[in-house]
């Protein structure tokens, strides 16, 4: 995750169509925009997308709310999803 020139690698924790909960050394404080990079599948391109700091939990997670995430992207993230969703049900 990126803000400005403040980068931070995170893990994330829970992922849905609409955000994330990532965990890193430190959370950017709530209300924070911030450009995610995920990499949803290995030998693929990263996701991109801005987003924003909707909670933090603790000093070391937050959940963010994807902001305009595009049309392709947001088929990357259902397209990942799905097979999650469905080895659940």
Do not use: W, Y
Not at 47 to 71: H, K, W, Y
Request: aromatic letters at 4%; proline letters at 4%.
């Amino acid at each position: 995750m990126e803000a400005g020139n403040d980068r931070l690698d995170g893990t994330t924790l829970d992922l849905s169509l609409g955000g994330a909960l990532v965990q890193s050394h430190r959370a950017f404080p709530t209300g924070t925009p911030v450009t995610v990079s995920l990499d949803l599948e290995a030998g693929t391109s990263l996701m991109r997308s801005g987003a924003r700091v909707v909670r933090t939990v603790e000093t070391d997670c937050m959940g963010i709310q994807f902001e305009n995430l595009g049309p392709k992207e947001s088929l990357r993230l259902q397209e990942f999803l799905l097979p999650l969703i469905l080895a659940a049900s």
